[in-house]
């Protein structure tokens, strides 16, 4: 597991602007969803083309809060990152040049539907009524790439529990623009993952600083008990 460091400066700056530490402890579940971001094979298993170790190591965490939204009344969605060399909007920037020609072979096989790296990974607690959602970027919520935002605003959903990997890549651009698409985000500190703490811990601080409020699992499955339903999210 990460060894979370957030600057004290940061948690400061971060707390004076809001005027108090942490500010959506008052959710309402059913307008809750935890997104779970590209918990795949290709991120997770031994060997694997973008292997995240510490990605197997949250797993628990990461079930333990999808049980808890479930309990509470809220949704669980699973993000997977997907190519696909026919989508219309083609994403030039990073498979041309950001990309060298090998981890492009790599990535272009093993996140394709039926390769096995594309799978969730098995260890996942993935229920009959969670949802399973694909994307071709980074974030979430880039339009005309993912699914995601549509869903969720039909299912009236404002507030937004991220888990998965890679911290400071998938979950931090999903963060970012989801709250700028004015959803409420909680980031758990230790329900995501990088290569390695330091840049884990870079975007916690610019989480804890900007985007999101900062919560360990204990804290976001205290507040998930503690919530009470006050507008029934539409089916």
């Known amino acids: 597991m990460h060894k979370i460091e957030i600057a004290p400066e ?6 004076a602007l ?14 809750t969803a935890h997104i779970v971001v590209d918990l795949q094979v290709g991120f997770m298993g031994v060997g694997a083309p973008v292997e995240v170790p510490v990605a197997r190591e949250i797993v628990p965490n990461v079930n333990a809060i999808s049980a808890a939204v479930r309990e509470a009344g809220g949704l669980v969605v699973y993000l997977r990152y997907l190519f696909d060399p026919s989508e ?5 920037s990073w ?4 990309i060298g020609p090998e981890a492009l072979d790599g990535v272009s096989v093993s996140f394709t539907p039926g390769n096995p790296n594309f799978e969730l990974w098995s260890e996942l607690e993935v229920l009959p009524e969670d949802l399973i959602v694909d994307k071709t970027r980074f974030s979430g919520f880039i339009p005309g790439t993912c699914q995601l935002h549509d869903i969720l605003t039909a299912r009236g959903i404002d507030t937004l529990i991220i888990t998965g990997t890679l911290t400071n890549c998938c979950c931090e651009s999903t963060a970012r623009d989801a709250q700028q698409m004015n959803y409420k985000i909680i980031f758990v500190a230790d329900g995501n993952a990088a290569i390695t703490d330091a840049e884990h811990n870079a975007t916690l601080c610019n989480m804890a600083a900007i985007f999101a409020d900062v919560m360990t699992t204990a804290e976001v499955t205290d507040v998930l008990a503690a919530a009470k339903p006050t507008l029934q999210a539409v089916a």
């Open 10 to 15: 940061v948690l400061a700056r971060g707390k």
């Open 18 to 31: 809001r005027g108090r530490d942490h500010v959506f402890t008052d959710i309402d579940p059913a307008r």
């Open 88 to 92: 219309p909007l083609k994403w030039t």
């Open 95 to 98: 498979y041309s040049s950001m």
